[in-house]
């Protein structure tokens, strides 16, 4: 009997590999279990459980963030701030990596959505690197890793969903992600440096012929539009959660609305791209909820067979410390995130170890953090990482897909360091939260 739980968890993610669907995986195993362990009143608590999810505020700013990042997509404000980008780092060794590293973070900022930022930087940049005499290594690898930025910098969705997951504050997780999501920006383009120092024929300097056409095609108030409408879109995002003027949800909102007008102002919508852009968000918002609804009901089940306790207890028995334990769930997690999506391991994995997390009393924003990254790297992690998977797709020919796995092992490897630093130091999450308090002060 104590081992049920292990075995329904086991199950599931058998059948998960085996490219079941994780909504009806889910959803199915908790009904089959219920009726075989417990009696129909147990049901009951699963429509609560269901109910209060509907009733969930903060979830509202899944669909708000996710229009928010297509709308920009598809109405080519994200595509004129990189040809922008591009041309101003152009005289630069490694310039058009800078401006992809750059650009995916004011992306991640104003979408938090990796598919729509690698699919667009890919589309947009990979055929002009490779023609500027890029190694594919070096621009496959920079446009992939700077494309899952959107998993930390926030607004991200998977700070909304860990936070929801987790129980704790999503506008203290969006505030404590700021400086990591910064920093790994900067580790990137230290990266791209030294790389271009030690070799400068990775990443050749745009010739200057390409730039004179560009001067002259282009005028101040261009370039100034191409980066001040994603900067109006963060400040209002971000601005509004960090100065205590609005919550997540709302922000999300905020950006959502914003994120039309601006595109409006362009002439980069009409009606068709407005239908097209609400039918894919209600496709995404769905099969996040579907997932959301059905690991619920698993982890109702996997309670009520006492699961978290078996794990609390082989933990104690054990003797591991906290910080033994949450070593072992990171290295869990990114073993996992070889095989399954993030959103998966959010709801399958994260609630199991949520209340084992508190029983220990380790700092459940701190292991947001972690967690976040953790599934960023996910990404990127060959041979199932989504993010090569998208760049993949939208690649020329030439590109061959170990090229792609070849360049991302850099910035997995700078990501990892990375999560090591932040575990010894966790006060480095701290350091933005703690200054707004002392300037509200």
């Not at 199915?28 to 608590?45: E, H, R, V």
């Not at 969903?161 to 203290?172: A, H, M, Q, R, Y």
């Not at 976040?372 to 992690?381: C, D, H, R, V, Y």
């Amino acid at each position: 009997m104590d081992s049920l739980p292990i075995i329904l968890f086991l199950l599931v993610f058998i059948l998960i590999l085996f490219g079941y669907p994780v909504a009806l995986t889910l959803g199915g195993i908790s009904i089959i279990a219920g009726l075989i362990f417990f009696d129909i009143d147990f049901f009951y608590l699963v429509s609560l459980r269901i109910y209060g999810i509907m009733n969930n505020f903060v979830l509202l700013a899944v669909p708000l963030f996710v229009f928010m990042g297509l709308t920009l997509e598809k109405s080519g404000i994200a595509e004129r701030l990189l040809e922008t980008m591009a041309i101003l780092f152009g005289k630069i060794k490694g310039g058009l990596a800078y401006s992809v590293i750059i650009v995916g973070g004011m992306l991640a900022a104003s979408t938090g959505i990796v598919g729509a930022t690698v699919v667009t930087m890919g589309l947009i940049s990979l055929p002009t690197m490779i023609k500027r005499g890029y190694d594919p290594k070096l621009a496959t690898g920079v446009i992939a890793s700077s494309g899952t930025l959107g998993q930390i910098i926030p607004p991200s969705v998977v700070l909304v969903l860990l936070g929801s997951v987790l129980n704790i504050s999503v506008g203290n997780l969006f505030i404590s992600a700021l400086l990591p999501g910064i920093t790994l920006v900067l580790l990137y383009l230290l990266y791209v440096m030294t790389i271009t120092f030690i070799n400068p024929s990775l990443a050749p300097s745009m010739p200057e012929k390409i730039i004179k056409e560009f001067r002259e095609k282009t005028n101040l108030m261009s370039i100034i539009n191409a980066f001040l409408l994603p900067f109006i879109l963060i400040f209002a995002v971000l601005g509004s959660i960090f100065l205590g003027i609005a919550s997540p949800t709302e922000a999300a909102g905020i950006g959502a609305s914003g994120a039309l007008i601006l595109s409006f102002i362009q002439g980069g919508l009409d009606i068709k791209k407005i239908k097209e852009i609400s039918t894919e968000t209600t496709k995404l918002t769905s099969i996040v909820f579907m997932i959301l609804l059905g690991a619920t009901s698993f982890s109702l089940v996997f309670r009520g067979l006492e699961g978290d306790k078996i794990i609390v207890d082989l933990i104690t028995s054990s003797n591991l410390s906290p910080e033994l334990f949450l070593v072992y769930i990171l290295i869990t997690v990114f073993i996992v995130g070889f095989f399954i999506d993030f959103i998966e391991i959010i709801f399958i994995v994260v609630p199991v170890i949520a209340p084992i997390l508190i029983a220990l009393d380790i700092d459940l924003i701190w292991v947001g953090i972690m967690l976040a990254i953790n599934l960023q790297t996910s990404f990127l992690t060959p041979p199932f990482g989504f993010s090569l998977f998208y760049l993949k797709s939208v690649s020329p020919k030439n590109i061959k897909t170990t090229d792609i796995y070849k360049g991302v092992i850099p910035f997995v490897l700078i990501q990892i360091l990375f999560l090591v630093y932040l575990f010894f130091n966790p006060e480095f999450v701290y350091i933005i939260p703690e200054f707004l308090d002392s300037y509200s002060s």
